[in-house]
């Protein structure tokens, strides 16, 4: 069911990049607008450090890639943002899938005695080789068989991006036609092509506002500004759409493309992938760089993150000094606020631990 458009009141959506940084200057006991101790771009690096911290503590962002499997190829690059896998499925059908074990080579070595040899479906992962700054991720067996290649035929609903994606799925662009809501992309892209969609998150980087996309035609998306200087598009202001819900697919070349659903939950269903493996990961999240942007974290997280900007700007003063001791205090702070705060849905689920066949 496609998006309505809608207006909803009294939802509180956390702390924006801008009121993040007062917060954090306001704990630094500086003034408004006062960087003179401490830079803004320190200040933004120190809070999207504490956006990766809390990722790492919570496990709270959530992702998915699809790779696509080489005849003959047991490793592959790993979709950049991937902060640490959760499991693998191997599906030998769109209908019929496992879960792959995962082991360390040491492991591999002790109890799978040829292990690099053999071919079939695999059934194991394991991590790889370096691939630059990244771990590639290895199976065994290794595939004997190509994978569908899902870019080319996905499910139904599901759109695969062209071309002007970065690894955080953000679309850039320049609008070339004034208008109070409407932005045309200049490049003239079909814009759906690029993966954007109705309900993803645009913002105007030159005007400072941003908004929701309710519409999108042709090489157009309609979405109504707020929160900047004059919040309509002009001539030349440039835009950039923070994409929402979105898988990753990376082919045994290395290459890495984006998929979109233009409706809520529809990456889920995701099951045309025979001969494939289905990751599910935590990602890195995306980095804070707008005034208008908020964090991926947990709305209810947010107001710890200038915690943590204090004690990562202030760490490395000499111990002992009062710098040093408010570091030590923020940190904890933060800590205690995080793991108080979250909640993980996971581990509130009953589960006696017994098989019910019947659910």
């Given at each position: ?20 940084k007062?917060?954090?200057?306001s ?14 771009t320190?200040?933004?690096?120190a ?61 591999l ?12 479906d ?28 899902y ?36 490049a ?9 969609s ?52 990376v ?12 409706e809520?939950?529809?990456m ?19 980095r804070?760089v ?13 107001e ?56």
């Amino acid at each position: 069911m496609p998006l309505a458009t809608y207006s909803v009141t009294g939802l509180w959506e956390g702390y924006k990049l801008s009121e993040l940084k007062e917060r954090t200057l306001s704990n630094l006991k500086q003034k408004e607008g006062n960087y003179t101790r401490y830079s803004e771009t320190n200040i933004v690096n120190a809070l999207n450090d504490g956006i990766i911290q809390t990722v790492v503590m919570t496990k709270c962002l959530r992702g998915f890639a699809i790779i696509i499997l080489k005849d003959g190829y047991s490793q592959y690059k790993p979709p950049s943002q991937l902060l640490e896998i959760d499991k693998a499925y191997f599906y030998q059908s769109a209908t019929s899938y496992y879960e792959i074990a995962q082991k360390s080579i040491t492991w591999l070595n002790r109890f799978k005695s040829g292990w690099r040899t053999q071919n079939g479906d695999p059934k194991i992962l394991y991590p790889g080789d370096s691939y630059g700054n990244l771990r590639k991720i290895g199976f065994t067996p290794t595939p004997d068989t190509d994978g569908d290649d899902y870019i080319s035929s996905p499910d139904t609903g599901i759109y695969a991006s062209s071309s002007g994606m970065t690894t955080s799925g953000n679309v850039t662009g320049t609008n070339t036609t004034a208008h109070a809501t409407t932005c045309t992309d200049s490049a003239g892209r079909t814009l759906s092509d690029e993966g954007i969609s109705i309900g993803m998150m645009a913002v105007n980087v030159t005007d400072g506002s941003s908004g929701q996309i309710t519409a999108v035609t042709g090489s157009t998306f309609t979405c109504t500004l707020a929160d900047g200087t004059a919040n309509t598009w002009a001539v030349g202001d440039s835009f950039t759409v923070l994409a929402g819900e979105y898988g990753v697919v990376v082919d045994w070349e290395n290459d890495e493309k984006y998929i979109f659903s233009s409706e809520i939950g529809g990456m889920i269903d995701v099951t045309a992938l025979t001969g494939n493996v289905y990751l599910t990961f935590v990602k890195r999240p995306i980095r804070l760089v707008y005034n208008n942007q908020y964090p991926e974290i947990p709305p209810e997280l947010h107001e710890f993150l200038s915690d943590y900007a204090v004690y990562s700007l202030k760490r490395t003063s000499p111990r002992g000094s009062t710098d040093y001791e408010e570091a030590m205090a923020a940190f904890a702070t933060f800590e205690k606020g995080i793991n108080e705060r979250y909640v993980d849905q996971d581990s509130n689920l009953l589960d006696d631990g017994m098989m019910d066949y019947n659910l």
